[in-house]
C-alpha cells in the first residue's frame, strides 16, 4: 500500500482513464464533424438539380426570418449603441468626433453585428430546428418519408439550409443599419455628438468592402449553423432524452463553427 492509501499504480490507472476518456471525447468529436461533413456533401447532392418544395421553403423563410426580426433588431441596436459609449469618450478627449461613427460603424459592420446576430441566430432558430427535426426523427416520420421514396435531406433538410443562409444575410443587413441608428441615437442622447456628425462619420470612413465583409461572413455562419443544426437533428437517438442532448450539441457545435469561422474569414481578408 503506498502512502495516503493510494494502491500501487494508482496513478497509473488514472493516467489510463484520463487518456482513455480524451480518446473517447477525440474520436466522438471526429465522428460528429465526419458526419456533418457528409450532411454538407447530400445537401450539395441534392441542389443537382435544384429541385425544391416551395411550400416547405417558403414556410421556413417565414418562421426563420420574420419571426427573428424583433430579438435581432433589439441585439442590434444595442451593439450599436454599445460601440458608441466604448468609443465616444475617447474621441471626444482627442477632440476627434469626426471618428466616432467610424469607431462604432466598424467594429459593428465587420465583426460585431455578424457575430452577435449569428449568435441568437442560433439560439433561437437553430435550436428550434433541431428540436423539430430530431423530434421528426425519434417519432420515425423520417422513416415514414423513405418508405414513401422521398429523401428526407431533399424534403426536409435543403429548404430549411437555403432559409437560413438567405435570412441570415437579410437579417443581417438589417441589424447592420438597426446598430448604425442605434449608434447615432447614443451618440447624440450621452455623448452629445450632432446626427451629422456621425452620419458624416459614417459616409467618409467606412466602405463598401466593411459592409461586404460582415456579409460575406454571415453566409459561412448561416450555412454552419444549419448544417450542424440539421445533422444533430436527424442524428438524434435516445427519444426525448435525446432531443435535448441534440439541441445542446447543436448549439454548441454552431457557436464554435461560428468564432472558428470568424477567425479564418477575418484571417484570409486580411
Known amino acids: 500500500m503506498a502512502a495516503w492509501g493510494w494502491p500501487a499504480g494508482g496513478h497509473a490507472v488514472i493516467g489510463q482513464r484520463a487518456i482513455a476518456n480524451l480518446g473517447a471525447s477525440a474520436m466522438r468529436i471526429a465522428q460528429e464533424v465526419g458526419g456533418i461533413v457528409v450532411l454538407t456533401g447530400e445537401v450539395l447532392r441534392a441542389l443537382v438539380p435544384p429541385r425544391i418544395d416551395r411550400r416547405e421553403l417558403v414556410k421556413n423563410l417565414y418562421k426563420m426570418g420574420n419571426r427573428s426580426v424583433p430579438i435581432v433588431v433589439l441585439t442590434a441596436f444595442f451593439a450599436g449603441g454599445l460601440m458608441t459609449l466604448q468609443t465616444g469618450p475617447f474621441v471626444k478627449k482627442l477632440g476627434a468626433t469626426s471618428l466616432a461613427g467610424w469607431g462604432a460603424g466598424y467594429a459593428v459592420l465587420r465583426e460585431i453585428g455578424p457575430i452577435l446576430i449569428g449568435l441568437m441566430f442560433s439560439g433561437r432558430v437553430g435550436a428550434n430546428n433541431t428540436a423539430e427535426l430530431a423530434t421528426m426523427t425519434v417519432t420515425e416520420q423520417l422513416d415514414g418519408l423513405r418508405a414513401l421514396a422521398i429523401d428526407p435531406v431533399r424534403y426536409l433538410v435543403v429548404p430549411r439550409v437555403i432559409s437560413m443562409i438567405v435570412m441570415l444575410v437579410a437579417l443581417t443587413v438589417l441589424g447592420d443599419l438597426v446598430a448604425l441608428l442605434g449608434a447615432s441615437i447614443v451618440g447624440r442622447a450621452m455623448l452629445g455628438i450632432d ?68 477567425f479564418f474569414l477575418t484571417y484570409l481578408s486580411s
Open 195 to 262: 446626427w451629422s456628425t456621425m452620419y458624416h462619420s459614417f459616409v467618409d470612413n467606412l466602405k463598401p468592402y466593411d459592409f461586404l465583409h460582415g456579409i460575406y461572413k454571415s453566409v459561412g455562419f448561416g450555412a454552419a449553423i444549419a448544417v450542424s443544426s440539421c445533422y444533430f437533428g436527424i442524428t438524434v437517438r435516445g427519444g426525448a432524452v435525446g432531443v435535448g442532448k441534440a439541441v445542446n450539441a447543436a448549439v454548441v457545435a454552431a457557436a464554435v463553427s461560428i468564432m472558428m469561422l470568424d
